[in-house]
């Protein structure tokens, strides 16, 4: 039995990708999870697939963007008993990712969703984790962390940096407490973030890209070392290289969410 058996879960962004991907292996693992998402439809079918595989999961509706959202998603999680393991996993990119075209409105939802969301519904769920004497933040941030580029985007890379740096601090402040901090930085991953591109990816150029199980494979591994142990940053990125020449032409174009 594994040694996660037992305990509770929240995953934000989990009705698809890689927050999906996390929910069904932790529930197979005998977590309890809880997924929480913007959209009803995917969360449930994250639900289903779960509960028909013998796990235990439910869901809550919550918009990472929004504080008051987020607050009303704490106070119900802690009314359920907190949780073991928090994965902070929604993560939002804008459709312009050049510097001399992307808006204020769309630099700042990709820092609420990637940052502010992040800080935000730690910080409200904490205190009941410091209690626990022994938990685990997750943040699945992404390899711009590390290589900022315009494919990724000004602002995308920005919140990115940020989020590590968040996590860095969170990390110094409450390892003493017993909670590990981990940090996962995915090279491309064949996800829904992708059609936001200017170069919606096609099905060629995703063959080789990450998949969400990857990624999850990766954090389990991290979850699952004995608590004396904390893997605190992840780097993952796909084997083979593909040329970017035109994804990194077109990011630099002012195109816009409505066209």
Sequence with gaps: MSQLAGKTALITGGGTGIGEAIAIDLAGAGVRTII???????????????????????YLLADMADPESI?????????????????????????????????????????????????MLTRMLLDSMIERGAADVVLISSLSAYYPSIMAG????????AARSYMSVLSAEVKQFGIRCLTVFPGEVDTPILDKRAL??????????LQSEDVSAAVMSALNLPQRANIFEIAIAPTEA????????????KKTVED
């Design 36 to 58: 929480c998402g913007r959209r009803a439809d995917p969360l449930e079918d994250t639900v289903k697939k779960i509960e028909s595989d013998g796990g235990k999961a439910s």
């Design 71 to 119: 607050e009303i998603l704490a106070r119900d999680i802690l009314a359920q008993g907190g949780v073991d393991i928090l994965v902070n996993n929604a993560g939002f990119s804008s459709k312009v990712r050049s510097v001399r075209y992307i808006s204020a409105e769309e630099w700042r939802a990709v820092m609420d969703v990637n940052t502010m969301g992040p800080a």
């Design 154 to 161: 000004a602002a995308y890379s920005a919140a990115k940096v």
């Design 200 to 209: 919606v990816p096609g099905k060629a150029e995703r063959t080789t890209m």
């Design 242 to 253: 593909r040329d970017l020449s035109k994804d990194m032409k077109a990011a630099m174009t």
